[in-house]
């Protein structure tokens, strides 16, 4: 009888305790792991400790225990997450837009310029049930985010004589878009959030490989003919990118 079958089910967390608070670990296993790791994301807050399929629960506790300093350090370090609610202060096209719900009746989110109770600057106006709120104003992001990629496709197709075959939002972690060998453009739709110009270099990027799927020397030349701000927006998604993702 195999040791996998020998053992009992892994737990999903852990957890340790630091200066009176617990922290909460996500434990995986990994066939192709050869020793214990321990992450933090910068992006989201999660914890997560990876194991070898033959190493024991208990070792994974005691290392992770040894750790707890370590890991309540890189969580402070993480941004505090802004949720969608009402009075949140959101980047929109990298300017700050706080969150109105202007009545509780279904009816359509919208900006609106410096309105909302007397205080100052544009406002995402919501009117729903304040419990929709944050579906409400996630919606919203992601259609705004699928007109400004689409224009933003449209823009550089004839420049490419290419077109993508279906353009896609998801909300990844790793990466900010992909092309695959089909033709199709996958984005996140959190580069709303960010400057028109990141959002522009990014479909620049992934179109660029409708020509060219790799990263060659006649890639890179490809796109910087194509986007006057490759390494603007290289810069700022390395300072702000991860910063998108404490929104919602």
């Given at each position: 009888?195999?040791?996998?079958?020998?053992?009992?089910?892994?737990?999903?967390?852990?957890?340790?305790?630091?200066?009176?608070?617990?922290?909460?670990?996500?434990?995986?296993?990994?066939?192709?792991?050869?020793?214990?790791?321990?992450?933090?994301?910068?992006?989201?807050?999660?914890?997560?400790?990876t194991l070898p399929s033959r190493t024991a629960v208990n070792t994974a506790q005691r290392f992770a225990t040894s750790h707890a300093g370590w890991i309540a350090a890189r969580l402070a370090r993480v941004p505090e997450r802004v949720l969608f609610v009402p009075d949140?202060?959101?980047?929109?096209?990298?300017?700050?837009?706080?969150?109105?719900?202007?009545?509780?009746?279904?009816?359509?989110?919208?900006?609106?310029?410096?309105?909302?109770?007397?205080?100052?600057?544009?406002?995402?106006?919501?009117?729903?049930?304040?419990?929709?709120?944050?579906?409400?104003?996630?919606?919203?992001?992601?259609?705004?985010?699928?007109?400004?990629?689409?224009?933003?496709?449209?823009?550089?197709?004839?420049?490419?004589?290419?077109?993508?075959?279906?353009?896609?939002?998801?909300?990844?972690?790793?990466?900010?878009?992909?092309?695959?060998?089909?033709?199709?453009?996958?984005?996140?739709?959190?580069?709303?959030?960010?400057?028109?110009?990141?959002?522009?270099?990014?479909?620049?990027?992934?179109?660029?490989?409708?020509?060219?799927?790799?990263?060659?020397?006649?890639?890179?030349?490809?796109?910087?003919?194509?986007?006057?701000?490759?390494?603007?927006?290289?810069?700022?998604?390395?300072?702000?990118?991860?910063?998108?993702?404490?929104?919602?």
């Open positions: 009888m195999s040791f996998a079958l020998l053992r009992r089910p892994d737990p999903d967390h852990l957890e340790v305790q630091h200066e009176g608070a617990s922290l909460q670990i996500a434990l995986r296993r990994r066939p192709t792991a050869r020793r214990i790791t321990l992450r933090v994301s910068a992006a989201t807050g999660e914890v997560v400790i949140a202060i959101l980047p929109l096209r990298g300017e700050p837009h706080r969150v109105h719900l202007r009545d509780t009746r279904s009816g359509a989110v919208r900006v609106e310029g410096g309105q909302g109770e007397g205080q100052g600057g544009p406002v995402i106006s919501v009117s729903c049930e304040p419990a929709h709120v944050p579906r409400r104003v996630r919606d919203f992001f992601t259609r705004e985010a699928r007109r400004d990629l689409t224009e933003a496709v449209e823009r550089y197709a004839p420049l490419l004589g290419q077109r993508p075959v279906r353009i896609t939002l998801r909300d990844t972690r790793s990466r900010w878009g992909s092309c695959t060998a089909r033709g199709e453009l996958n984005f996140s739709w959190r580069l709303i959030l960010a400057p028109p110009m990141v959002l522009d270099y990014l479909v620049a990027h992934e179109m660029a490989h409708l020509r060219e799927m790799n990263h060659s020397a006649r890639y890179w030349a490809l796109l910087h003919s194509l986007c006057p701000n490759v390494d603007a927006a290289e810069a700022w998604l390395k300072r702000n990118g991860t910063s998108l993702h404490r929104y919602g």
